[in-house]
């Protein structure tokens, strides 16, 4: 299927005016897709699966820059370290830590961001904030990761309010932790997505994370 040309232009667009980084998230979709993307001007591709970024990163030669954005398990952050331009979805010291000792031996500074929990639904990834904070305090020690801020994911809901307010929680804590001398490489914000990514833009995302909008739907089961 080709891809939205048109609205992805447009989306463009409106991220610009806002200064906010887009994502296209190119998950399940075919090499294709993201070489004409990559040629229309996108830089940034975000993937879920450790095997299907390795193999898209293999055939893809050009310069893209490929985020990683779904659950990571720690034997398979080796694969990625060489090339990942940015890890989404730290969840746990231990990965984090797996993450340092990796980039460490190709000496690499890996930059990371930490996934907060913010929706209601529990089967969702994510750090609450007493693990954040131990990993905050933990993470100067390790030097080759470079914590750059933070990511989220809404409640799969159509109650936009509910969406909003937990978009602005993680503003908030974004912003607090900001001011910390432990979180002086914050500048990133990674939320919103195809459905609710207006939403985040406005409760002060910097980073988007787009796919079936730009893409078109995917369809194959536990699409989220
Ligand atoms: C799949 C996915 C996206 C993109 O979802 P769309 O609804 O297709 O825009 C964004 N973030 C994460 C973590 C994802 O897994």
Redesign the pocket.
């Known amino acids: 299927m080709p891809i939205e040309e048109i609205r992805y232009q447009q989306i463009v667009k409106d991220l610009q005016a806002a200064n906010v980084t887009l994502v296209a998230?190119s998950?399940t979709k075919p090499i294709e897709d993201i070489i004409e993307l990559h040629q229309a001007g996108q830089l940034d591709f975000?993937e879920?699966y450790v095997q299907e970024l390795i193999e898209k990163q293999q055939k893809i030669t050009t310069n893209i820059h490929w985020h990683f954005?779904?659950h990571l398990q720690s034997n398979k952050v080796k694969q990625i370290i060489p090339f990942v331009h940015l890890i989404?979805?730290i969840d746990s010291l231990k990965l984090l830590q797996e993450v340092n000792k990796q980039a460490q031996k190709i000496n690499r500074i890996v930059d990371c961001l930490l996934q907060v929990h913010i929706a209601q639904e529990e089967t969702k990834f994510g750090l609450d904030e007493s693990e954040l904070n131990e990993i905050i305090n933990t993470s100067s020690s390790l030097e080759h990761v470079r914590i750059k801020g933070l990511?989220g994911?809404a409640t799969f809901t159509d109650d936009t309010q509910q969406v909003r307010s937990e978009y602005q929680k993680l503003k908030q804590l974004y912003n607090k932790l900001k001011s910390l001398p432990q979180c002086s490489s914050f500048d990133t914000l990674s939320m919103g997505?195809?459905?609710d990514?207006k939403i985040a833009v406005e409760e002060g995302s910097t980073m988007v994370?787009?796919?079936?909008?730009i893409?078109g739907e995917?369809n194959y089961n536990g699409?989220?």
């Open positions: 998230v998950k975000g879920n954005i779904g989404h979805s990511m994911m997505m195809s459905g990514y994370r787009i796919g079936s909008l893409f995917r699409s989220k």
